[in-house]
C-alpha cells in the first residue's frame, strides 16, 4: 500500500473536511464504502458542460478548475479545493447534464459516488442520508450565497463605471 496518506489507495474514509467536516464519522464510513477514491492527473476531465452526468465528486488532495462556455466565450467561475463538491446538484436534482466543465488543476484525489449508489446508501441509512443531505444542502446555500452577493458587488461595479462614463 502507499504511504501516501492522501493517496487513493491509502483512503478508506472521507476526511473531516469541507463540506463533511461537521458530519459524523458513520456518516462519512458509509458514503466512503458506496464510492471509491481515485488519483487523477493534471488536466483530465471530471465533466464536461452539457454531457450527461450522475456522479458527485469530493476534491480530497489537489484542485480543480470550473469553466463555463457559451458560443466562443469561456470563463472560469471556480476553483474547487479539498474538501469541497462537484457535481452534487445531480445528487439532489438529477437533471443529468453537467453545468460545467471540471478540469483538474493540480494531480488530485478525489472520491466520487454514482446516483445510484448515493440513493441506495440513503436508503440503507435514512438518518445518515439526511445528515448528508443537509450537509451538501449547506454547501449549495453558501455558494448561493456567496454568487449573489459576486453578482451584486458586479453590478454595482458596473453602475460606477456608467456613472463615470464621460458621455
Known sequence: MNSDPLSATALVTLPAIGVFKDVSQRARQLLADAGRFESLAHGAYLTTQGQPHDTMSVVIAGSMKVYVHSHA????????????????????????????????????????????DFQAMVQQ???????????????????????????????????ANFRDMDY
Open 125 to 159: 441509512d435514512p438518518l445518515v442520508g439526511l445528515e448528508l443531505v443537509t450537509a451538501l444542502g449547506k454547501e449549495l446555500c453558501q455558494r448561493l450565497r456567496k454568487t449573489s452577493e459576486t453578482m451584486l458587488r458586479q453590478t454595482e461595479t458596473t453602475r
Open 73 to 116: 466565450d469561456i470563463l472560469e467561475v471556480a476553483i474547487v479545493k479539498p474538501g469541497e463538491t462537484v457535481g452534487e446538484m445531480n445528487l439532489l436534482d438529477p437533471v443529468a447534464r453537467a453545468s460545467a466543465d471540471v478540469v483538474v488543476g493540480d494531480s488530485s484525489v478525489v472520491f466520487t459516488i454514482s446516483r445510484e
